[in-house]
């Protein structure tokens, strides 16, 4: 199948701001996502390299951001 890969990494980074958790002073997320949308992410400098034994996977900075932001654009409530 034929599809967008850049929503895929969108929603995929909105959904680890919902499975994110505060460990240590940085913010993880569970990586039990796609590998290849894991990778574009981590090329792209929005998580650490997602390679290795761990369950989570570190957000940098600026993903922790996009991340929060995303998730608010696709599914925040309007009051």
Known sequence: MDYDQSK????TLALMFLTSFPEHGITR???????DALGRLHAAGLIQDPVGKAKS???????EK???????KHFARSV
């Open 66 to 72: 996009r991340s929060r932001e995303l998730f608010q």
């Open 29 to 35: 997320s569970w990586k039990g996502y796609d590998w």
């Open 57 to 63: 996977v570190v957000l940098t900075e600026e993903g």
């Open 8 to 11: 895929v990494d969108e929603m």
